[in-house]
């Protein structure tokens, strides 16, 4: 992640009607909200709508684990003290209404999580290879889930080492079993991505994830073929010999790539349809002076530096998102965040791929445009202009915990002042809840009965007391994104007077039809 700036510088069923006045909801209503293809709430076309509120907006933070980025702050540390500053890191995203975590169970071919295929990450116990006497990544989802927070695993594909010396790894780890696949670039080791092998192994281990995981996303990072590095060379001559049938070099490296991003993708959705899967690449896919249809900036060509070809993951829909990192602020010639969000956003349009921004929050207080505490909130300002944008993720959980010049609270306040649902994502094969039953407000508790298959629940608040057709169009009237408890009833503390009403959300945040009370 870090590498990617530096590089760029360098070169509503059931219903309730509220008074006399008020628009009737059900099924006789033509406009009123119904689900829609999808299983969501669809209001009506001509419902007016406030970008400022929007109702579907993902807001996320990576969590880095490599080198003890994010978490845990050192390796070695207590357990107890390892979950709890994992615990503070949540609990800080969900205060600034926050939905997703992006947390690196993968950072070098080592596993933050019990695994036959590959050892146990040193940035845990401090020795690789150690158990750690606990299941990291059972706890991470878990705990997520409980604050109703998206959890996707993020893993990274081809790095082996930060090192080149294979017999300081585990015995069991995959590079010392086969060295064959192991190029030394740069003073580390990578998985040769022109192996089969390899994308099989890669793919094997995201399998298992998923599929011993109550994991909601896998994710990639924009680590592929690695980051240039003068003086050296990839040496994967061998490989292109064998199997690059007459292609060029760069063509058949960016063939490796796509082939492993489909792959994956065909693993992933065949293990557990619902389970996203995307990746966060460079922020510049090619410059103009590289292609015609690239971007007018001057940074680091992803397509040609590191043979990744996002066009194409999002052209062939092998990721279900992207989240290009733009860490670059408005104005910056080389890479213009003002010029990089609508090439993107042009880039996704139709394709049904979600479109999120990867911002640099650790860039804020760097100097610079950065020294402005309102160049993060001014991004979100921007991405209002493109529908395509559907939210943001930040890198990274450090500064979500320092809140750098105070520019978080700038964002809180100007984009995230209601909380939101997730966006949706085409085609991953489940449909929203039945509405909630036996809605009823006693004394100040809002309580109802729970739907089969919610994962949570959206709390609408309508001060006057008369929900119309388009009370649950945005985010104007949304209070609250709650998760589902066990038993029969839920509540939730209706703290002001009005119209309350209550949608059930299932694990893609598909809505049901809203079902009402009223509290005078």
Request: with cysteine; net charge positive.
């Amino acid at each position: 992640m870090l590498a990617a700036a530096t590089l760029a510088v360098v070169t509503a069923g059931a219903a309730y009607t509220f008074g006399p006045d008020a628009e009737p909801v059900g099924a006789a209503a033509a406009a009123a909200p119904t689900a829609d293809a999808k299983g969501g709430v669809s209001a009506a076309a001509a419902c007016p709508v406030d970008a400022r509120y929007p109702k579907r907006q993902l807001r996320g933070v990576w969590i880095a684990t490599t080198q003890n980025i994010d978490w845990p702050s050192r390796a070695g540390l207590p357990v107890a003290r390892q979950q709890a500053e994992y615990l503070k890191i949540l609990d800080s995203a969900v205060k600034r209404r926050f939905n997703a975590v992006f947390v690196q169970v993968r950072p070098a071919s080592d596993a933050f999580y019990a695994s036959s295929l590959e050892p146990w990450s040193q940035y845990l116990s401090g020795t690789a290879g150690k158990n750690p006497g606990w299941d990291p990544l059972a706890f991470l989802v878990a705990e997520a889930h409980k604050r109703g927070l998206e959890f996707h695993a993020w893993f990274n594909p081809y790095r082996a080492s930060y090192g080149t010396n294979l017999g300081k790894l585990p015995a069991n780890h995959p590079a010392r079993l086969h060295p064959d696949w192991i190029v030394k670039y740069g003073g580390q080791s990578y998985y040769n991505p022109g192996l089969p092998q390899v994308r099989n192994h890669v793919t094997t281990v995201v399998k298992d994830v998923v599929s011993r995981y109550d994991v909601d996303g896998v994710h990639f990072d924009d680590y592929f073929y690695p980051y240039p590095v003068s003086g050296s060379t990839f040496a994967d001559n061998a490989a292109f010999k064998k199997y690059g049938k007459g292609t060029k070099l760069a063509d058949w490296r960016r063939s490796n790539v796509n082939k492993l991003v489909a792959q994956v993708d065909k693993a992933v959705h065949d293990t557990k349809k619902y389970v996203k899967f995307g990746i966060s690449p460079f922020g510049i896919w090619r410059n103009k002076s590289n292609d015609p249809t690239g971007s007018a900036t001057a940074g680091m060509s992803a397509y040609d530096s590191i043979y990744a070809d996002s066009r194409h993951w999002i052209r062939q829909g092998t990721v279900d998102y992207v989240i290009p990192q733009l860490y670059w602020p408005r104005g910056f010639k080389v890479a213009d965040y003002n010029v990089l969000t609508p090439w993107w956003a042009k880039e996704v349009r139709g394709t049904g791929v979600g479109l999120y921004i990867g911002q640099a929050l650790y860039q804020v207080g760097t100097g610079g445009a950065w020294s402005d505490p309102g160049e993060l909130s001014a991004h979100l300002a921007v991405n209002r202009k493109y529908k395509e944008v559907q939210g943001d993720v930040y890198f990274s959980a450090k500064q979500l915990l320092t809140n750098p010049l105070g520019a978080l609270d700038r964002v809180v306040k100007s984009g995230y002042s209601r909380p939101a649902l997730l966006p949706l994502i085409k085609d991953l094969g489940t449909q929203a809840p039945a509405a909630p039953a036996e809605v009823r407000l006693q004394g100040k508790n809002l309580t109802w009965k729970t739907s089969a298959n919610a994962r949570s629940y959206a709390i609408y608040r309508v001060p006057s007391g008369k929900p119309g057709k388009c009370a649950t169009a945005d985010a104007r009237n949304l209070v609250a994104v709650v998760p589902a408890a066990n038993g029969g009833r839920q509540s939730f503390a209706a703290a002001a007077g009005g119209a309350y009403l209550v949608t059930a959300l299932d694990r893609l945040d598909n809505e049901s039809a809203p079902t009402g009370a009223a509290l005078t």
